[in-house]
């Protein structure tokens, strides 16, 4: 499911419009981050081969 509520950064308000706030103009941001990504699958990756290699005490 996509999420399809924006938040404009610069009065707060929620809109359903992809590219400007209908109140104030300003950008709209999507209010939550996205769950993975790419950079952190591979910390994550790097953080476990560093606690397996005994350089992170548990
Ligand atoms: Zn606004």
């Known amino acids: 499911m996509r999420w399809l509520l924006r938040r404009c950064t610069r009065c707060g308000r929620y809109t359903l419009r992809r590219d400007r706030c209908p109140v104030c103009g300003g950008p709209v941001r999507v209010p ?13 990756y790097k953080y476990l081969m560093a606690k397996k290699a005994g350089l992170i005490p548990p």
């Open 32 to 44: 939550h981050p996205p769950r993975f990504s790419p950079d952190d699958r591979f910390l994550r």
